[in-house]
């Protein structure tokens, strides 16, 4: 069965540069990806204020099919390397928490982050037609404006809770380069 490192971090923390700079140095290990199946960001602000007034639990964030696709992607007893998975919520979230054997944190301060994911999005909205980097201008006005009211607070919650649960936290303003050596390093150190 493969082994899986989970690497977590804030919006823009990196998760998916290290995430895929791992598997390549990892030779080409699978990736899975929870973005690729949670449904959170789809709800709308009030949702997310309703689920942050509940107490934020993050078992009650839904992505259908992940659990099924990890135990696919570790295989079975024959099956060995590694497997990396984008997991912000890290072992925060019980459904694929057993099964992660490294837990690597990002640390980004919240800024820098949200720098990062805003020069992501402005390139992005740059390579578009007028029409459609307008739309995108819009898209990134409504984003700030709820990440002043919202996603702060859900990125609080999520620096509380899932860091604390990291194996290694690593620098997240580190060259990607740096932090594949330092991941590197844990597991060849018996992680």
Known sequence: MRKVIAVA???????SSLTT??????GDAPVLRFDDYQT?????????????????????????GLADEMARLRGGPEQGGWLVFEMPLGRAYRETAAAIDLLVWLDVPLDVALARKLRELAHAASSEPQADARDALHWIDDYLGHYLTTVRKVLDVQRTRVPAA???VLDGCAATGELVRQ?????????
Do not use: N, Y
């Open 40 to 64: 959170a960001t789809r709800q709308s602000v009030d949702e997310l204020e309703a689920w942050l007034a509940a107490g934020a639990d993050f078992d009650a964030l839904q992505a259908p």
């Open 183 to 191: 991941v590197l390093e844990r597991l060849a150190e018996g992680a």
């Open 9 to 15: 971090a804030s919006v823009g923390g990196g998760k």
């Open 166 to 168: 990291a194996d290694i």
């Open 21 to 26: 700079a791992l598997a390549q140095a990892l």
